[in-house]
């Protein structure tokens, strides 16, 4: 290798040390992170520039996860679609459910009834906790401290066996239908929820104690990952991404579904946009989503879990197939043909716990949609990735992936 | 029998040394128990509880205890890494890479020749420590040796010719550096009081200098009243910090850090050869607890102002050598303990942490105590 070699004065050295651009002194580094990689919580792949420790540029590659969901959807009824939507955010599948119901729902301007809606809040709220536990753990884990991450994993154990009564499934519940849920809740399970949510307070205090004012975690993500409120909006970020930045968005207060509304709860704001506030605003809904359910079950209506009045779209009951011909043939088209569906166009989105899950269903008529686009909240949260990470530290990354909490089955759908 | 009486002192101390080794590497697979053990009660599991051997694991109810605790783990864990394949990845250099994981055990099985362990009485009724070699500058060399420790890093991380535990081996190279010098510095005064500037020999008459020098036998006789922790808090405390830094332990991990470099300096590497990080890891960390008890907590005093409660016999020693014990599995747990409660540092915030608050500190110490100690020795001389 040639060697160049150059006269340095004192005076060069001290234009040099003051007031000089920090150059580069040697190469850059590039370096690979993922697709299969501790930090990147699935199949992430980031390609770093780095200087040093410093991290130059970044350039996230998606799309390993891919299995075409929205073009599947268009060759299955509507109700065959509701486990594929447990494959998106598959931390929390009951919220992904609900919100795909309601987006065909809207489409086919129905109205659910009241014990249906309060089942879906239900749902809703405790996929949010459990998404948001495993965020809140994983975030741990990111920085460092393992015992979190097994303290929530402990209480989503808990979570996971409700779900497994509810819907049959721990994991991939599929739980609602089209015009309904697939089953009524079983008896003494709005007890049980109680319970649990009686237990995951007092383990979100422990994590509390352990992170919340812990200075080396707080040394970790204050001012961290910073994102101001125009990059976020502009970036298209939702959810308590979104929110720990100081922009006001909830979907249930601002486009309530649901019947949110009748629900008093608050909606954490953060400042700073950082690492930091994205850790206490998913501690905090946790605690609002505890309040949601409480207020739920404290007036759980009676009546039918699913649009009796909905007969073209709704399977009838088994016990009623077997003894009536009108039902005997409404099953039989529904379950051949799929729910009738009106011809049209819709867009509807449901605050899940990453963000806004959208659905955007073109539908011909009939039982299949014509076209079927998924918004992912995580997509859109990653998109600023590329502008974010340049300028921290390598270290950092982890910190700033486990804070955005993206899941990547939605992210690639 | 004249042959062997000749060779009797050459033999013995090689005879004690596997004694000792083989204690020693026994006590690292138990610590590694410990930490799966702790951790699990920590986070609220059950840990390792399955591994049972033959014949002793069936014995009544002893057997499912000895099980339940994990007992025979140790021996199926360290089968494991042996009866592994051996990977060994094409990229690498292969003398180093073969060469790390020797480097990184040796300097913390080397140390323990001069890490007293218990004290026993001789013929003369002088108490004398239970080590291998009684050196006068034991601390010297442990200092010394152990920071050869880091070149077991450096090498893995450069020998794997790849990018993770290069960032691994770089880091803990700057990291170990920067704490040495703390950590040396938070010493210095622990041995400036336990060296008298002089003391009066069996004939009445004083002598000038230390009886002990740097020898930790000396500061453990030194503190048969109180322990040095009690009245050098800010030396233990920069001691213990330091300790955590060049164990790698967590919160300053950052050789490992797995969740941004998968594994550190040791990614490329598996089988038994990774075995020896990991037994080298805990061997570290039983040198430095010894060592902090021996500086700190009194090394087999008993109590602060309680005289030692055990006699002068073999038995005496034994109790000793116990009560050491003791205290180095109490610290022992508190590093496990630590690492499962703390978040990690961030690799700069180590480093300002070591220069910026650590080494001024010790720094500060260090003169504040030679000017206590300077006005203590003018005034009652």
Same mark, same amino acid.
């Given at each position: 290798?040639?060697?160049?070699?150059?006269?340095?004065?004192?005076?060069?050295?001290?234009?040099?040390?003051?007031?000089?651009?920090?150059?580069?002194?040697?190469?850059?580094?590039?370096?690979?992170?993922?697709?299969?990689?501790?930090?990147?919580?699935?199949?992430?792949?980031?390609?770093?520039?780095?200087?040093?420790?410093?991290?130059?540029?970044?350039?996230?590659?998606?799309?390993?996860?891919?299995?075409?969901?929205?073009?599947?959807?268009?060759?299955?009824?509507?109700?065959?679609?509701?486990?594929?939507?447990?494959?998106?955010?598959?931390?929390?599948?009951?919220?992904?459910?609900?919100?795909?119901?309601?987006?065909?729902?809207?489409?086919?301007?129905?109205?659910?009834?009241?014990?249906?809606?309060?089942?879906?809040?239900?749902?809703?709220?405790?996929?949010?906790?459990?998404?948001?536990?495993?965020?809140?753990?994983?975030?741990?884990?990111?920085?460092?401290?393992?015992?979190?991450?097994?303290?929530?994993?402990?209480?989503?154990?808990?979570?996971?066996?409700?779900?497994?009564?509810?819907?049959?499934?721990?994991?991939?519940?599929?739980?609602?239908?089209?015009?309904?849920?697939?089953?009524?809740?079983?008896?003494?399970?709005?007890?049980?929820?109680?319970?649990?949510?009686?237990?995951?307070?007092?383990?979100?205090?422990?994590?509390?104690?352990?992170?919340?004012?812990?200075?080396?975690?707080?040394?970790?993500?204050?001012?961290?990952?910073?994102?101001?409120?125009?990059?976020?909006?502009?970036?298209?970020?939702?959810?308590?991404?979104?929110?720990?930045?100081?922009?006001?968005?909830?979907?249930?207060?601002?486009?309530?579904?649901?019947?949110?509304?009748?629900?008093?709860?608050?909606?954490?704001?953060?400042?700073?946009?950082?690492?930091?506030?994205?850790?206490?605003?998913?501690?905090?809904?946790?605690?609002?989503?505890?309040?949601?359910?409480?207020?739920?079950?404290?007036?759980?209506?009676?009546?039918?879990?699913?649009?009796?009045?909905?007969?073209?779209?709704?399977?009838?009951?088994?016990?009623?197939?077997?003894?009536?011909?009108?039902?005997?043939?409404?099953?039989?088209?529904?379950?051949?043909?799929?729910?009738?569906?009106?011809?049209?166009?819709?867009?509807?989105?449901?605050?899940?716990?990453?963000?806004?899950?959208?659905?955007?269903?073109?539908?011909?008529?009939?039982?299949?949609?014509?076209?079927?686009?998924?918004?992912?909240?995580?997509?859109?949260?990653?998109?600023?990735?590329?502008?974010?990470?340049?300028?921290?530290?390598?270290?950092?990354?982890?910190?700033?992936?486990?804070?955005?909490?993206?899941?990547?089955?939605?992210?690639?759908? | 029998?004249?042959?062997?009486?000749?060779?009797?002192?050459?033999?013995?101390?090689?005879?004690?040394?596997?004694?000792?080794?083989?204690?020693?590497?026994?006590?690292?697979?138990?610590?590694?128990?410990?930490?799966?053990?702790?951790?699990?009660?920590?986070?609220?599991?059950?840990?390792?509880?399955?591994?049972?051997?033959?014949?002793?694991?069936?014995?009544?109810?002893?057997?499912?205890?000895?099980?339940?605790?994990?007992?025979?783990?140790?021996?199926?864990?360290?089968?494991?890494?042996?009866?592994?394949?051996?990977?060994?990845?094409?990229?690498?250099?292969?003398?180093?890479?073969?060469?790390?994981?020797?480097?990184?055990?040796?300097?913390?099985?080397?140390?323990?020749?001069?890490?007293?362990?218990?004290?026993?009485?001789?013929?003369?009724?002088?108490?004398?420590?239970?080590?291998?070699?009684?050196?006068?500058?034991?601390?010297?060399?442990?200092?010394?040796?152990?920071?050869?420790?880091?070149?077991?890093?450096?090498?893995?991380?450069?020998?794997?010719?790849?990018?993770?535990?290069?960032?691994?081996?770089?880091?803990?190279?700057?990291?170990?550096?920067?704490?040495?010098?703390?950590?040396?510095?938070? &010493? !210095?005064?622990?041995?400036? %009081?336990?060296?008298? $500037?002089?003391?009066? #020999?069996?004939? /009445?008459?004083?002598?000038? =200098? +230390?009886?002990?020098?740097?020898?930790?036998?000396?500061?453990?006789?030194?503190?048969?009243?109180?322990?040095?922790?009690?009245?050098?808090?800010?030396?233990?405390?920069?001691?213990?910090?330091?300790?955590?830094?060049?164990?790698?332990?967590?919160?300053?991990?950052?050789?490992?850090?797995?969740?941004?470099?998968?594994?550190?300096?040791?990614?490329?590497?598996?089988?038994?050869?990774?075995?020896?990080?990991?037994?080298?890891?805990?061997?570290?960390?039983?040198?430095?607890?010894?060592?902090?008890? &021996? !500086?700190?907590?009194?090394? %087999?005093?008993?109590? $602060?102002?309680?005289? #030692?409660?055990? /006699?002068?016999?073999?038995? =005496? +020693?034994?109790?000793?050598?116990?009560?050491?014990?003791?205290?180095?599995?109490?610290?022992?747990?508190?590093?496990?303990?630590?690492?499962?409660?703390?978040?990690?540092?961030?690799?700069?915030?180590?480093?300002?942490?070591?220069?910026?608050?650590?080494?001024?500190?010790?720094?500060?110490?260090?003169?504040?105590?030679?000017?206590?100690?300077?006005?203590?020795?003018?005034?009652?001389?």
């Amino acid at each position: 290798m040639a060697t160049t070699t150059k006269e340095i004065s004192i005076g060069d050295l001290g234009a040099r040390s003051h007031g000089a651009e920090p150059t580069l002194q040697g190469e850059t580094m590039a370096l690979n992170v993922g697709p299969s990689h501790p930090t990147t919580h699935g199949v992430l792949r980031l390609k770093m520039e780095l200087d040093g420790d410093i991290v130059k540029s970044c350039d996230p590659v998606l799309g390993y996860l891919h299995r075409g969901d929205e073009k599947i959807a268009e060759n299955m009824t509507y109700n065959q679609f509701v486990p594929y939507t447990d494959r998106l955010d598959y931390l929390a599948p009951l919220a992904n459910n609900v919100a795909y119901a309601m987006a065909v729902e809207k489409l086919a301007a129905l109205e659910v009834p009241d014990r249906c809606q309060a089942i879906r809040v239900l749902c809703c709220e405790l996929a949010r906790i459990s998404s948001h536990l495993l965020g809140i753990g994983v975030y741990g884990m990111d920085a460092g401290a393992w015992t979190v991450f097994m303290y929530t994993f402990t209480e989503r154990e808990k979570l996971y066996t409700l779900f497994e009564e509810l819907t049959g499934a721990r994991f991939t519940t599929s739980y609602t239908r089209i015009g309904g849920v697939a089953r009524d809740i079983p008896d003494g399970w709005l007890g049980r929820v109680l319970e649990f949510c009686k237990g995951v307070l007092p383990v979100l205090d422990q994590v509390d104690k352990l992170l919340t004012r812990n200075r080396i975690f707080m040394d970790r993500t204050v001012g961290v990952g910073a994102i101001s409120k125009e990059d976020a909006i502009t970036y298209g970020l939702t959810g308590p991404n979104l929110r720990a930045c100081g922009v006001d968005l909830d979907l249930r207060k601002d486009k309530p579904y649901l019947g949110y509304e009748k629900f008093d709860f608050e909606v954490p704001v953060g400042t700073a946009g950082d690492c930091y506030d994205r850790y206490l605003m998913r501690a905090e809904e946790v605690r609002q989503s505890v309040s949601i359910i409480r207020q739920c079950i404290d007036q759980f209506p009676e009546g039918s879990y699913y649009a009796e009045d909905a007969k073209k779209i709704f399977a009838p009951q088994k016990a009623k197939v077997l003894t009536s011909m009108e039902e005997l043939i409404q099953n039989f088209m529904i379950v051949t043909e799929g729910p009738q569906i009106p011809a049209g166009e819709v867009y509807f989105e449901a605050e899940n716990p990453k963000g806004a899950l959208g659905f955007f269903i073109v539908s011909k008529g009939g039982g299949v949609p014509y076209r079927l686009k998924i918004r992912g909240p995580s997509f859109c949260n990653l998109s600023i990735l590329e502008k974010m990470i340049p300028g921290h530290y390598m270290t950092d990354i982890t910190v700033i992936l486990g804070s955005l909490d993206f899941v990547m089955g939605e992210c690639d759908r | 029998m004249e042959f062997l009486d000749a060779s009797l002192p050459y033999i013995m101390p090689i005879v004690y040394a596997v004694l000792m080794i083989s204690v020693f590497m026994g006590l690292c697979s138990y610590s590694v128990l410990a930490e799966r053990k702790v951790s699990s009660w920590i986070q609220g599991r059950v840990g390792p509880n399955r591994t049972r051997v033959p014949l002793v694991g069936h014995i009544p109810i002893l057997g499912n205890v000895m099980t339940g605790l994990g007992l025979f783990q140790p021996v199926a864990d360290g089968l494991k890494f042996l009866f592994k394949e051996e990977i060994v990845p094409g990229h690498v250099n292969k003398g180093y890479y073969y060469l790390a994981p020797i480097i990184a055990l040796a300097p913390a099985l080397t140390t323990m020749v001069v890490l007293p362990f218990g004290r026993y009485v001789d013929a003369d009724g002088i108490t004398q420590p239970l080590v291998l070699a009684n050196v006068d500058l034991g601390m010297l060399i442990i200092l010394g040796i152990s920071s050869l420790g880091v070149y077991g890093i450096v090498l893995a991380g450069w020998s794997s010719n790849s990018k993770y535990p290069f960032l691994g081996g770089v880091r803990a190279s700057a990291q170990m550096i920067s704490y040495e010098l703390a950590m040396g510095l938070a &010493l !210095l005064p622990v041995f400036m %009081w336990a060296a008298s $500037p002089g003391y009066y #020999d069996s004939e /009445g008459l004083f002598v000038e =200098g +230390s009886r002990y020098g740097m020898s930790l036998f000396g500061v453990v006789q030194s503190q048969q009243a109180a322990w040095t922790i009690l009245w050098q808090p800010l030396s233990a405390l920069l001691f213990l910090v330091a300790l955590f830094a060049e164990t790698n332990r967590l919160p300053f991990d950052m050789a490992e850090s797995e969740t941004d470099l998968v594994g550190g300096f040791h990614t490329e590497y598996g089988c038994f050869k990774f075995g020896l990080f990991f037994v080298a890891e805990y061997a570290h960390i039983i040198m430095g607890s010894g060592i902090f008890v &021996l !500086l700190f907590l009194g090394g %087999w005093n008993f109590l $602060p102002w309680v005289a #030692d409660p055990w /006699g002068d016999g073999i038995f =005496g +020693s034994v109790l000793s050598v116990a009560w050491f014990m003791a205290k180095v599995f109490f610290m022992i747990f508190f590093f496990i303990w630590m690492r499962w409660t703390l978040p990690r540092f961030r690799y700069d915030q180590v480093m300002s942490l070591g220069w910026k608050i650590l080494l001024p500190l010790a720094v500060g110490n260090l003169v504040l105590n030679t000017i206590i100690i300077a006005l203590y020795d003018t005034l009652t001389r």
